[in-house]
């Protein structure tokens, strides 16, 4: 069974940082791009961030851009976000995605069952 | 960034109707168009890909179509597990960005 679950949720205080993981099974990991959604309490999705399955292509979002940095490790079937100077308005429900496409963002499929973020004084 | 505008924002159906769902981009996406349905308190799952493909596992009345600016997502006959939040999603440009989500309820 494809399945992907999230780690690292946590309360962290403004200009903190917080490194989320999230583990994929079921799947030849490295062969698949990879991606991080986020949804704010009460809101829509917003795509954060691609990375190519031998992370040579990484996108993102300008809200995150030099804020977020996008990893992953094939050899333990990982991806990570590591987020710095975390605001209140990167509080969310954060999920990580399989990209069904190669070299560009397209379709995601499936997806984690998400992990709290709250970024709060 | 493409601005992707769902309408109607809610609404409300009896068990067997038939339900229809539009996403208008703010320029032409080709057929860059994929549908996710959320349940309550649960992750999104791809319904439609490529504007019309259904993905795999995915009950045949469920069904998207269009091209350019206006796509349309269809419910052929709803059923009480088809309460939730459905979004489009474009990939044509940079950044990906979704519509803001209707909210399906059964009347």
């Known amino acids: 069974e494809v399945q992907l679950v999230e780690s690292g949720e946590g309360l962290v205080q403004p200009g903190g940082s917080l490194r989320l993981s999230c583990a994929a099974s079921g799947f030849s990991f490295s062969v698949y791009s990879m991606n991080w959604v986020r949804q704010a309490p009460g809101k829509g999705l917003e795509w954060l961030s691609y990375?190519?399955?031998?992370?040579?292509?990484?996108f993102y979002a300008d809200s995150v851009k030099g804020r977020f940095t996008i990893s992953r490790d094939n050899a333990k079937n990982s991806l990570f976000l590591q987020m710095n100077s975390l605001r209140a308005e990167d509080t969310a429900m954060y999920y990580c995605?399989?990209?069904?496409?190669?070299?560009?963002?397209?379709?995601?499929?499936?997806w984690g069952q998400g992990t709290l973020v709250t970024v709060s004084s | 960034d493409i601005q992707m505008t769902q309408s109607p924002s809610s609404l409300s159906a009896s068990v067997g109707d038939r339900v229809t769902i539009t996403c208008q981009a703010s320029q032409d996406i080709s057929n860059y168009l994929n549908w996710y349905q959320q349940k309550p308190g649960k992750a999104p799952n791809l319904l439609i890909y490529?504007?019309?493909n259904l993905q795999t596992g995915v009950p045949s009345r469920f069904s998207g179509s269009g091209s350019g600016t206006d796509f349309t997502f269809t419910i052929s006959s709803l059923q009480p597990e088809d309460i939730a939040t459905y979004y489009c999603q474009q990939y044509d440009n940079l950044p990906i960005t979704f519509g803001q989500g209707t909210r399906l309820e059964i009347k």
């Open positions: 995605a399989r990209d069904l496409s190669s070299g560009y963002p397209n379709w995601f499929d499936p």
């Open positions: 490529e504007a019309s």
């Open positions: 990375i190519s399955g031998r992370s040579t292509t990484i």
